[in-house]
């Protein structure tokens, strides 16, 4: 007996007919990244060139450039976790971001967005645990870094922080929140000279 399932949206789909939509999203997926990795990388070059004002575009592309999955389905799980951030439904969040997961292990951006929610909703350990992972798939990824370094303030790890805090204006000179939370680590006497 062949077994199908029910994909809301989309109505039955048979076994077989998931087998090719799962073999469709690799081979998007796989055909995607060579460009974006361009536009990030040319991104990444301008934010240690441009000043302050200019800085907060180009970072929003940059964003916008990690955010594209090259799938329609993909992005629509990305913006309906994020949707569900928004409205404070952490578990409907991490549902949606573990689905755009499954489809799409190797999207740095889906785990990205799951460790904000389950950040949210105080789950710091599967938080750093896809950080981490986020980070191995895009390590230029200076918001994830943040996240990092936002998680060892609250677990009390300030060397960890202020390093996370430090790389991420490394790569982002103008990043505001890491430079904030770099002076509250001094005031607190971590990284200061004796």
């Not at 951006?109 to 599967?126: D, I, L, M, W």
């Amino acid at each position: 007996m062949r077994r199908a399932c029910y994909i809301p949206n989309m109505g039955i789909i048979s076994h077989n007919s998931k087998r090719i939509v799962a073999a469709t999203l690799v081979v998007v997926m796989n055909s995607l990244p060579l460009g974006a990795q361009t536009a990030a990388a040319d991104l990444l070059g301008q934010l240690k060139q441009v000043d302050e004002s200019e800085a907060i575009k180009v970072e929003r592309a940059l964003e916008l450039e990690w955010s594209k999955s090259g799938s329609t389905a993909l992005d629509l799980l990305l913006r309906r976790g994020r949707d569900a951030m928004k409205e404070g439904e952490f578990p409907k969040a991490i549902e949606h971001f573990t689905a755009l997961i499954d489809h799409a292990p190797d999207f740095a951006e889906g785990y990205h967005a799951r460790a904000t929610a389950f950040y949210s909703a105080g789950r710091f350990g599967p938080s750093i645990a896809d950080l981490q992972r986020a980070l191995e798939l895009n390590p230029d990824n200076f918001n994830a870094i943040f996240g990092l370094g936002v998680i060892f303030v609250e677990i009390d790890d300030l060397q960890r922080a202020q390093s996370a805090f430090q790389s991420v204006l490394d790569l982002h000179p103008h990043h505001q929140d890491a430079t904030d939370a770099l002076k509250r680590l001094e005031r607190e006497g971590i990284g200061r000279a004796l």
